[in-house]
């Protein structure tokens, strides 16, 4: 049996869809079974980090386990997975734990990664940079008005498919020769925002326009969404453009072939810009 965490997110619920492909028992941990809408196959439970109650039932039988890193509650999940046998943990970080200068996210990430490297569990840490996914924000600027706004500072960032970042994490959580590795995933090609706003544009088949905000324009927009030390720490990583565009051959190495490309994540994801 494998736990997966997370379980409705955008690497979670392709997790759990290709680990049912492959044939495995999946049992998935959501706050709201009865909003899950997974595949029928797989054995959905409540819980939650926050509620450490609810984790020896949903770890008891289980194998390995995809953790999603809630802020401040993975230390509390491994104490429960130990206790109950799990053998394999793959932790879901992010690639702002690799950057010279910490930032807030960076360091909410280090915490989650070393609760799991300092516990007994044998581990593998993915680093995703960007999500792909991130751009589904834009769908309704899109709908509304074709026009995207977004800084205009030419930062890069070479984002990655969800699909992607799943399929590592699977063959993670199936393969033991992944252990006590870290791997620093990212999609196939560095692009800013602009240049990802022409790829949508030219899949969708309409003219899309990108529209240029100042860094303090963002800012404030960030703002109505996400609190003040995040946001800081978003505009810090976007001012790190060479560091955040790095294209990186492990999800290559990795899945044996090429990562999605971003046209293909636009494809794929096309009515929800419609």
């Not at 734990?97 to 909410?108: F, K, S, W």
């Not at 955040?244 to 290559?252: F, G, H, K, Q, R």
């Not at 899945?255 to 810009?273: M, S």
């Amino acid at each position: 049996m494998i736990l997966v965490t997370g379980a409705t997110g955008n690497v979670g619920r392709n997790v759990i869809e290709q680990l049912v492909e492959a044939g495995e028992e999946v049992r998935a941990l959501t706050r709201r079974p009865d909003r899950a809408g997974l595949p029928d196959t797989v054995e959905v439970v409540r819980g939650d980090l926050a509620e450490p109650d609810t984790l020896p039932a949903a770890l008891r039988g289980v194998e390995a386990a995809f953790l999603f890193p809630v802020p401040g509650r993975v230390p509390g999940f491994i104490d429960v997975a130990e206790e109950t046998g799990l053998r394999r943990v793959v932790l879901l970080s992010a690639s702002a734990v690799t950057y010279e200068r910490p930032n807030a996210i960076g360091r909410v990430h280090q915490g989650a990664e070393q609760a799991v490297t300092g516990a007994g569990l044998p581990w593998t840490i993915l680093r995703p940079g960007a999500f792909m996914a991130n751009d589904l924000n834009w769908a309704g600027q899109i709908r509304a008005t074709g026009v995207v706004r977004g800084i205009g500072d030419g930062a890069a960032t070479a984002p990655i498919d969800e699909r992607d970042i799943a399929a590592v994490a699977v063959r993670a959580l199936l393969d033991d020769g992944h252990a006590g590795k870290a791997y620093l995933l990212t999609g196939p090609e560095a692009l800013t925002e602009p240049e990802r706003v022409r790829v949508l544009g030219e899949v969708l088949g309409r003219p899309l326009r990108f529209q240029e905000l100042s860094v303090e324009e963002g800012r404030a927009a960030m703002l109505a969404h996400m609190p003040a030390e995040v946001v800081d720490s978003m505009l810090a990583m976007r001012a790190e453009a060479k560091e955040m565009a790095e294209v990186s051959p492990a999800p290559a190495d990795l899945l044996g072939r090429a990562p999605y490309t971003y046209a293909e994540w636009a494809a794929h994801h096309a009515t929800d810009f419609s």
